[in-house]
């Protein structure tokens, strides 16, 4: 039985649940290969399957990490 296809806006919606929570807080490498600059966003999925360590990355999903990942600085 094949996948049930989803809709443009419902997957823009798993992408940015994927790629919404982390940036590569440094230069990350995967298995010797340069797979993140610092700054990319990470897939979440990379993180809780321990691809990328957890050190390696920041979470955007903060009010302080939000103003990183808009380049902006917040305080408070």
């Given at each position: 039985?094949?996948d049930?296809p989803?809709?443009a806006?419902?997957?823009r919606?798993?992408?940015g649940?994927e ?6 807080a ?5 298995d ?8 990319d966003?990470?897939?979440a999925?990379?993180?809780?399957r321990?691809v990328?360590a957890?050190d390696?990355?920041k ?5 302080a990490g939000?103003?990183?990942a808009a380049?902006?600085?917040e305080k408070?």
């Amino acid at each position: 039985m094949a996948d049930t296809p989803i809709t443009a806006a419902q997957f823009r919606e798993v992408q940015g649940d994927e790629y919404g929570q982390y940036v590569a807080a440094q230069t990350i490498f995967v298995d010797g290969a340069r797979a993140f600059n610092e700054g990319d966003p990470v897939p979440a999925s990379h993180v809780t399957r321990g691809v990328v360590a957890e050190d390696e990355v920041k979470s955007i999903t903060t009010k302080a990490g939000k103003a990183l990942a808009a380049g902006t600085t917040e305080k408070g």
